[in-house]
Every structure is written in C-alpha cells, then in structure tokens.
C-alpha cells in the first residue's frame, strides 16, 4: 500500500502563500488520480484540489483560481501551491489517491492568522 508523507505546512499572515510537498512510496504513483484534502477542526475532510495521472488539474470553488496543483511522476512527489491565503483556509492539509483511496498521513498543519 502506497504511503504519504506531507509537508510544507506553517503559519502565514492573510494574503501570504505556501507550497506543501507530498512525498509517495510505491511504484504505482503514476497510474492514481491524485488529490490533496484538508480537514479544520469540527468539519469534515474536503477534497480542495485533484490531479489526474496525465497532470489535468480540478479545484474546489473555494480554492480555484488561489491553489495550483502540480505532479511529478518520476520523482512519486505531488505539490499544492498556495497564494492568497485566507483564514478560512486553516486547515490540516493531507494527500491521497483520488482511488483507490489509501491509508492517511499525519498531514500538514496550516495556519493563516494576522
């Protein structure tokens, strides 16, 4: 089973940016459908980006226009970068297969405070 490990997380003031990195285990990291989540506290997990195995990127409504997902197949590492960053955006932030869903990281905590 494929294992991720995120990082990149941190505290940025509103309006800041971040780029986190998702490193994959395994030998099938090009052949997934990719996405990143994030979860705040009391809320549930949402999808907020998606990659397909080919690169063509899809984003939440929340997010689109702010957040650039990119992949690197070669290198089993997935990246989100982040502009723009509001509050609301506080989140953990974790990376998975679209599907078949695997087991998840410990995420990476983001905090967008003034």
């Known amino acids: 089973q494929v294992q991720f490990v995120e990082s990149g997380g941190g505290l940025v003031q509103p309006g800041g940016s971040l780029t986190l990195s998702c490193a994959a285990s395994?030998?099938?990291?090009?052949?997934?459908?990719m996405g990143w989540f994030r979860q705040a506290p009391g809320k549930q997990r949402e999808m907020v980006a998606s990659?397909?195995?080919?690169?063509?990127?899809n984003y939440a409504n929340s997010v689109k226009g702010r957040f650039t997902i990119s992949r690197d197949n070669a290198k089993n590492t997935m990246y989100l970068q982040m502009n723009s960053l509001k509050p609301e955006d506080t989140a953990v932030y974790y990376c998975?297969?679209?599907?078949?869903?695997?087991?998840w990281g410990q995420g990476t905590q983001v905090t967008v405070s003034s």
């Open positions: 998975n297969n679209v599907f078949p869903r695997s087991s």
């Open positions: 395994g030998n099938t990291f090009s052949i997934y459908a």
């Open positions: 990659i397909s195995r080919g690169g063509s990127p």
